[in-house]
């Protein structure tokens, strides 16, 4: 159905700006050039108005646009951090929804820090949306290819490991190792890469997981590289 200012547009615009002529004007039109000239300035004074007035119209009926959670504002980055000041990350402006929760061991006790982002951290939980998740501890006691290995045990319950490899992580920060999973077979190409790291400078100094779920048209090592960005302000990682 054609909005109002549409229907206002055709129904009084036009019928206001055009030019009636009766049946027996194109003998008088014709035959006194000094009358059509006239008539022909009036119609060409009024299109600029009416070309104006229109496009005015026309760009208030039209429907407002919308954020969306696509993958392509990815490219766009802002910088994130966690409520502690240890996290520092920049990440896609799309996810607007930024959380800090404590890093758990499987006794519960804190042992560090999660920033967690996505365009809605919910779904991003239940492997739905995009989103990230970057941890960082300093007495997890354990080494990083221990916590892939028991993070990829706990994601295989939800997601399927086509490639059963595991990769290097070669950042000019950070190495380590990471694996990525197939959280739709049926084709969406929704995968999520499990990452483990420490610094290269200082190994001792913690140990950081990145898990990320990332769709297609920005997926894969793009994807991996912008949530690895981050840097690490150890002092800060609360008791």
Wanted: proline content about 8%.
């Amino acid at each position: 159905m054609p909005s109002a200012p549409t229907e206002f547009a055709k129904s009084h615009i036009f019928r206001l700006y055009t030019i009636p002529s009766d049946p027996g004007d194109n003998a008088l039109v014709l035959g006194d050039s000094s009358h059509y000239s006239m008539n022909m300035t009036t119609r060409w004074l009024f299109l600029p108005i009416l070309i104006v007035t229109l496009s005015l119209l026309l760009a208030a009926a039209a429907p407002a646009a919308t954020p969306t959670p696509t993958p392509m504002p990815e490219r766009d980055l802002h910088t994130v951090t966690d409520d502690f000041g240890v996290i520092e990350a920049d990440l896609p402006k799309a996810w607007t929804d930024i959380r800090t929760e404590r890093w758990l061991d499987a006794k519960g006790r804190p042992v560090g820090v999660t920033l967690l982002a996505a365009f809605n951290i919910d779904d991003f939980q239940n492997l739905k949306g995009e989103g990230a998740a970057i941890s960082v501890s300093n007495r997890l006691g354990k080494g990083y290819i221990q916590l892939l290995d028991e993070e990829i045990k706990f994601y295989e319950k939800f997601c399927e490991e086509d490639y059963k490899t595991v990769w290097p992580i070669d950042h000019p920060v950070y190495r380590g190792k990471y694996k990525t999973l197939d959280c739709d077979p049926h084709g969406s190409y929704a995968w999520l890469s499990v990452m483990s790291m420490v610094n290269k400078r200082d190994p001792a100094a913690y140990v950081a997981r990145v898990v990320g779920l990332d769709k297609i048209p920005i997926f894969g090592q793009e994807f991996r590289d912008v949530i690895t960005g981050f840097r690490v302000n150890i002092n800060n990682l609360p008791e």
